[in-house]
């Protein structure tokens, strides 16, 4: 039985031939080709496999987008990772010939054997590096992705000699004839172990068929010592190393169609099938939850304003124009409900909601992250859905969870940035020390990322969304995890940078946060627009009522504590009680036909006949407006 075809270096006979000591000793020390191939294909998954795991990491920690929302192309991004590992693999085989050459592995290393070696070797990682990072795609965890990778190149290798095997040597079948074996010229390892086995074989059996003592097992004829390694034929090599220079190109091709057209193939699988099928079986849900009519006049008024004027005349820097999105899951979830807005430029948008209302949803579909359902966003009348990458260039994000790479140090990112939006080098130094300095990053600009506590990678990621010339500034709960300090620092460089007209828009949950930076504001509930307008209008529209605090001594009695509550319950009628503590009581108290002066002068009274030791009265806050709304969605669920 030969082991691959004619030209394999061990030929052994159906009928066993006797051998003298001398070929007995050569068959024992030599390998086959396919042994080689089974040997390399361990190491070699490995090795390769790890070309997913930054690719992964860029991915699903949002490192990738940034980099494209910060003016990256897609063929810029690829080609240069490609570049890079190419580069690390070509340096791994030259170490890799070195180990061949001290094995004594001759027909792969001597008389210039280990440039053909070299060539299979680099025609292998053009294939394999695409190979793994289209594969890629598919996985969410880069341990996960690595390990199933491993396990997928090194199985499909092995599972491919023996496939071999089986075809050309058991049923007697030439490979270029077999179907499955053609099918399997599209994976990258198993045209490498093909390549590398043939190659081995042939030249094992020219340098033993070129010895003085030529066993009697080797086959040494003109057919085989005289064939052409590279030609096309069975036995050679040729039509595996060009099938791994084509899948190479396609592989890239495909990542190229998944990086630009699969988004458009996505909004338009979801828009006008997933979502037409959705319309036609819940035509009454549809009707009621996705109509955007709002019970709020603001929220009325801003939708009118949008859909009934032309666009050119309204003048907005981000317009977001019925914007809907359902994930289509069981059951499906409606995240944004048919949501209509409008920000000029020198305005600070703040989107406020429950876990879960929309908010990070909504600012996936403005980044150009997330596909809208329906309804479209326009950045400087650019609409998102027809001119992503225009758009994307206009844009600084800063996203929920730090999109940093954690072995780079903060100035090496910065610089990274600052050359993407296109800073002058000789200014790079400068920009970069001062938006440090802002953000008091500079103590930690020098250290590896990774050693960051939370507060300082939400710095630098806030530091990388301000930089450049971007028109509007995404910032998803931008200062979660900061000291105070850090935060006052954070929000004069957005008032800062909305001064300079650029619009910001923000979610959070720090009701101070907005009050301090947002001029508009709106309370998300359920993915819908329950409010809208400034903090100061919002507390006046829905903060009816003042809150009271009245602190008693110590020694207060009871009876003293009730008649106060009769008191107060008689010259404040609706006037609620809603919590007691220590002699401390708080109120909320119905601002209509109580006036300020006239609240004052009857707690002056109060403090005169109830000795008390101190009170104070206040206009509600944003956090009890919000708290009211949080209030509703808890009864809804
Ligand atoms: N990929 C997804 N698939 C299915 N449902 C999703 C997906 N992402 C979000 N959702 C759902 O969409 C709704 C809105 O989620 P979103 O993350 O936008 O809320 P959020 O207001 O940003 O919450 P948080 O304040 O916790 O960040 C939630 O009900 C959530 O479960």
Known sequence: MALSGPNASITVSNKPQPLNAASKKLEKRKLTGVQVALNLFFGVSIFVSGFCLL????????????????????????????????????????????????????????NYRFLDTLVIFMLFGWAVIPFT????????????????????????????????????????????????????????????????????????????????????????????????????????????????????????????????????????????????IYKKFNKDRVSKELSGESEDDDVQHERNRILEQPQEL??????????????F??????????????IRKKECFGLLGLNGAGKTTTFEILTGEETATSGDVFIENLSITNNLLEVRSKIGYCPQFDALLDYMTARELMVMYARLWGVPETQITQYVNKLLQSLNLEPYADK?????????????????????????????????????????????????????????????????????????????????????GSPQHLKNKFGNVYTLKAKFKMDTD?????????????????????????????????SKDNGWGKVFGILEEANKKFHLEDYSISQITLEEVFMTFAKQENIEV
């Open 133 to 276: 990072y289209l594969i890629s795609f598919l996985f969410s965890s880069h341990t996960s992705a690595y390990i199933k990778l491993v396990m997928l190149q090194y199985c499909a290798g092995v599972f491919s000699v023996i496939l071999n095997v089986i075809v050309t040597e058991i049923s007697g079948q030439k490979p270029s004839e077999s179907l499955l074996l053609n099918s399997m010229m599209v994976i990258p390892i198993h045209n490498f172990g093909m390549s590398i086995s043939k190659y081995y074989d042939n030249q094992e059996t020219k340098i033993v068929c070129s010895s003085a003592k030529i066993p009697a097992f080797v086959n040494c004829s003109k057919a085989i010592t005289e064939m052409n390694v590279y030609s096309l034929e069975d036995d050679a090599i040729g039509r595996y190393l060009i099938a791994m220079a084509v899948t190479g190109f396609i592989f890239f091709l495909l990542i190229f169609l998944l990086e630009t057209t699969s988004w458009k193939v996505r909004t338009f699988v979801y828009r006008y099938i997933f979502f037409g």
């Open 558 to 590: 009871e009876k003293t504590l009730e008649d106060f509550k009769k008191y107060i319950a008689t010259v404040f009628p609706g006037s609620e009680l809603k919590h007691e503590n220590q002699g401390i009581l708080n109120y909320y108290i119905p």
């Open 448 to 532: 590896f990322i990774y050693t960051y506590s939370g507060g300082n990678k939400r710095r630098l990621s806030n530091a990388i969304a301000l930089m450049g010339k971007p028109s509007v500034i995404f910032l998803d709960e931008p200062s979660t995890g900061m000291d105070p300090e850090a935060r006052r620092l954070l929000w004069n460089r957005v008032t800062r940078a909305r001064e300079s007209d650029k619009v910001i828009i923000i979610t959070s949950h720090s009701m101070e946060e907005c009050d301090a930076l947002c001029t508009r504001l709106a309370i998300m509930v359920k993915g819908k627009f329950m409010c809208l």
């Open 329 to 342: 899951t069981y059951p499906a979830v409606l995240a944004v409900r048919n949501i209509s807005l409008g």
């Open 55 to 110: 690719t992964v990491t860029e991915r699903i920690t949002k490192a990738k987008h940034i980099q494209f929302v910060s003016g990256v192309s897609a063929t810029n991004f690829w080609l240069s990772a490609l570049l890079w590992d190419f580069l690390i693999f070509f340096i791994a085989c030259c170490l890799l010939m070195v180990v061949f050459l001290l094995s004594g592995l001759d027909a792969l290393t001597k």
């Open 314 to 327: 309204l003048n907005f820097t981000v317009l977001i124009k019925e914007l809907t999105k359902i994930y």
